[in-house]
């Protein structure tokens, strides 16, 4: 069988690159087309930040700005990163938007929630738990409060969608004082995961993985105070095994660092901050509401939105 033209050395790798970047990519895409020819491979080596560059401007325009890393980091890896990543927040968005969802994310709100998706991937990638608190306590406003967003409609939408201790359906529809404060340790336990663990913990738990029950039980034991009062007799708190952190040297949560943060903020009490949040978002034309391009990108840069005209870019 004659060998195709394309691997030909006579053939221009000019042409070649450009018939490598009219192939979709995917996460199989280096893999498949190395074994093709070893000049191939040569080339997807050798013009690795070229051909990605290409991928970004013709499949995924924005991915610098939502995922912005330095020219070396630039390649296939990263660029599998970035898709992976898109996919996971389409999957969750999907779920907080969905007429199903007792507790849907307004469509005014949408852009502003998918923001504050981008925002917890960019507070996942500080490897250090000091920078994650030195990077929230370094955003204004209007950030925290798009992340914050990302947390609360997650939170809720657990609460009814995601199966396991978090679901409302394991504390009936009267609780007592034990089974309230037993749900508010859960759900601050799962807060504290997402902004620990980025979007692909909403959407394990989400999703009902196993697994998500099981790191949501391990984030209880590290951060629940187990103050419960009087049990009643049809009361039984969830039992966990492991060391107990020292309280005195116990970290600073990140989702009590973001609410302090944001009361600072919005000048008001840290017990009344979610509520003021709340009826802020709550009103369809507020200033975060329905932000474009050019919005999710000053908020991505760690800026407030001001007073400016929220363009399309």
Not at 175 to 199: A, C, H, K, W, Y
Not at 233 to 246: D, H, L, M, S
Request: hydrophobic residues 40%; negative net charge; proline residues 5%.
């Amino acid at each position: 069988m004659p060998s195709s033209r394309l691997i030909d050395l006579s053939f221009p790798a000019e042409l070649l690159l450009e018939v490598i970047q009219h192939v979709p990519f995917d996460d199989a895409f280096v893999a498949k087309l190395s074994l093709i020819h070893p000049r191939i491979k040569s080339l997807l080596t050798n013009h690795e930040i070229s051909i990605t560059k290409h991928f970004i401007r013709s499949q995924l325009p924005h991915a610098l700005t939502d995922f912005p890393t330095e020219v070396k980091n630039i390649g296939y890896a990263w660029l599998s990163q970035c898709i992976h990543q898109y996919d996971t927040m389409d999957g969750v968005m999907a779920t907080l938007t969905s007429e199903l969802n007792c507790f849907a994310v307004q469509n005014h709100n949408m852009a502003l929630v998918n923001t504050g998706l981008l925002l917890l991937y960019r507070l996942f990638s500080f490897d250090a738990h000091e920078d994650k608190i030195a990077f929230i306590k370094s955003l204004p406003r209007d950030p925290l409060t798009a992340m914050f967003l990302a947390v609360h409609y997650s939170k809720y939408t657990a609460r009814y969608n995601a199966k396991g201790i978090i679901n409302q359906r394991t504390y009936g529809r009267f609780l007592d004082t034990n089974q309230l404060l037993l749900r508010n340790e859960i759900e601050f336990s799962f807060s504290e995961g997402v902004m620990n663990l980025g979007p692909a913990f909403i959407s394990d738990v989400l999703s009902h993985i196993d697994a998500a029950e099981t790191t949501l039980m391990c984030l209880y034991h590290d951060n629940a105070q187990h103050g419960w009062g009087t049990q009643e007799e049809n009361f039984q708190p969830p039992v966990t095994q492991g060391p107990a952190k020292n309280p005195v040297t116990k970290p600073r949560t990140l989702y009590t660092t973001l609410l302090e943060r944001l009361a600072e903020l919005y000048d008001c009490p840290l017990e009344e901050a979610v509520t003021l949040i709340e009826d802020d978002t709550d009103i369809p034309d507020h200033p975060l509401s329905c932000i474009g391009l050019w919005g999710k990108a000053r908020l991505l840069k760690g800026l407030n939105l001001e007073n400016g005209e929220d363009g399309v870019e």
